[in-house]
């Protein structure tokens, strides 16, 4: 009933603010007026590559140790979890290649859009300068003063965490994993009111934003 109510005043502010133009808070970079319910082009969001090759075992898909030595398959440079990771990779370096650059893609993902979406109300934009939780490493935000005051249970980010990986899914699909660096935001060129006249619907329909509740 409470996650009920907060879900329709949560609702209820969002529009008004967009009514407002209230552009007070700024988040990565666009207005509060800019941040209302809707899709992201996941076809073309700017994700940076913060999560290096080398960074990542290719083989168990966690992070590498520093201290083990490094070796490269057609001029990308890995790095092993254990010392034994190496020659694991040789067995079937295209499929633990693609394997990692799919997995790093996903983390990469998440480290730049995980406050982008509330994770009480994961179909509401941020408008940012809102209460921010870290949970699992993960930081994450609030869309609004009311979600400010409701502290997500661990089912709430576990859900909103799904969430994110299935968009990040979808986003290497439509990017092909290519990385952006230097964008103001992840969203820079995202948003449904950049994509020219007659798109947004289309995109939408065809999969490639993400709208409300997927």
Not at 139 to 158: A, G, L, M, R, V
Not at 181 to 201: C, F, I, N, T
Request: with cysteine.
């Amino acid at each position: 009933m409470k996650r009920g109510i907060l879900l329709i005043t949560c609702c209820m502010v969002c529009s008004s603010m967009v009514a407002m133009g209230d552009d007070g808070g700024k988040q990565a970079g666009f207005s509060k007026e800019e941040a209302k319910p809707g899709g992201v082009d996941l076809a073309k969001v700017k994700i940076p590559e913060k999560q290096k090759s080398v960074d990542l075992c290719p083989v168990h898909l966690v992070p590498s140790d520093p201290s083990l030595p490094t070796w490269s398959y057609k001029g990308v440079t890995y790095r092993g979890e254990m010392a034994d990771c190496q020659k694991a990779f040789e067995k079937d370096p295209a499929g633990y290649a693609e394997k990692a650059r799919a997995q790093r893609w996903e983390n990469n993902f998440i480290a730049a859009m995980s406050t982008i979406w509330c994770p009480l109300m994961s179909d509401r934009l941020n408008p940012g300068g809102h209460k921010r939780w870290v949970h699992d490493g993960i930081t994450w935000e609030s869309c609004c003063q009311f979600c400010d005051e409701e502290e997500p249970t661990k089912d709430d980010f576990d859900k909103a965490l799904e969430l994110l990986k299935k968009r990040a899914r979808t986003s290497y699909k439509l990017t092909g994993g290519t990385y952006v660096e230097g964008a103001k935001s992840p969203l820079e060129g995202a948003m449904p009111w950049d994509a020219k006249p007659g798109a947004v619907q289309d995109a939408v329909e065809g999969g490639e934003f993400a709208p409300a509740g997927n």
